[in-house]
């Protein structure tokens, strides 16, 4: 007989289970299952089209499964979306702005949304506008924002109302070392505080650099998954993905490539 599971026992931060998305005759994710713990710093690595931005989508809200079911703390994010949304805090990858705002403009919108008094938002935007360097750039509509300080003002309205997960698609594409040197920083306070962050990146050096635990998707599917050293194996992260995609296409012979001598 197996023993009850302790009262203190906390659920996974996300947890994916069978999780299906057709889209016309493409199967972009194919029975994927994941469960990500709470207090990680988890990184979902995959070759273009692997499904990663699909699963992510599915996983907080924006894109309806076609099976399958994600969990948010223990609460079922499609049977009790109300109560799951506030917990989570999402970056999606290419999604529009109301950018005829101001960048303090659109973080208080952002706090407006998620039900928090002004005087609470007014302090919260103005310390994130200030941990991202933006203080200034905060009275200038969004919409003449260069493509890094649009990630980052993003990332503050994912931000604003204090979430337990946060999920950040590409968070650090376009983004200059300075600028991601401060978004690694808060990061990495938000986990120290119990926080759970997920992203997706194509730089396995930067997935290495910052994330404790790493999943590996290819074609909708999960190859491997767990801790960051558990599926290195003693080997980099690139070095183990390419070994787990079934390594690299052979070098194209570009006979025409060459420089004229004429």
């Known amino acids: 007989m197996s023993r009850p599971a302790p009262d203190d026992v906390q ?3 996300l947890a994916l289970r069978g ?3 057709r889209f016309g005759t493409t199967l972009a994710v194919a029975g994927l299952d994941l469960e990500i713990p709470a207090g990680s710093f988890y990184g979902v690595v995959g070759p273009n089209g692997a499904g990663k931005t699909t699963t992510l989508s599915m996983a907080t809200g924006l894109l309806l499964p076609d099976h399958g079911s ?3 703390h223990g609460v079922d994010l499609w049977a009790r979306p109300a109560a799951a949304a506030p917990l989570l805090g999402v970056l999606p990858d290419g999604m529009r702005l109301f ?3 101001t960048g303090a403009e659109l973080i208080s919108y952002a706090g407006l949304l998620r039900g928090l008094d002004r005087d609470v938002i007014a302090a919260r935007r103005d310390d994130l506008l200030v941990a991202l360097d933006l203080n200034v750039a905060g009275r200038t509509l ?5 493509a890094g300080m649009t990630k980052k003002i993003a990332l503050a309205c994912a931000l604003v109302h204090a979430p337990r997960l946060l999920v950040l698609d590409e968070p650090f594409e376009a983004v200059d070392p300075v600028s991601a040197g401060a978004i690694r920083a808060i990061l990495h306070q938000f986990v120290a505080a119990g926080g759970t962050v997920v992203l997706s990146s194509h730089v396995m050096a930067l997935v290495e650099r910052v994330c404790d635990h790493v999943a590996v998707v290819a074609a909708g599917r999960v190859l491997a998954a767990g801790s960051l050293e558990a599926v290195r194996a003693g080997q980099s992260l690139e070095e183990r993905f390419v070994g787990l995609l079934g390594g690299g296409p052979a070098e194209p012979e570009l006979t025409w490539l060459r420089p ?3």
């Open 11 to 13: 659920p996974p931060a």
């Open 19 to 21: 999780l299906v998305k």
């Open 260 to 262: 004229s001598s004429a």
């Open 142 to 146: 969004v919409a003449d924002y260069s």
């Open 70 to 72: 994600v969990h948010v």
């Open 99 to 101: 950018d005829r705002l």
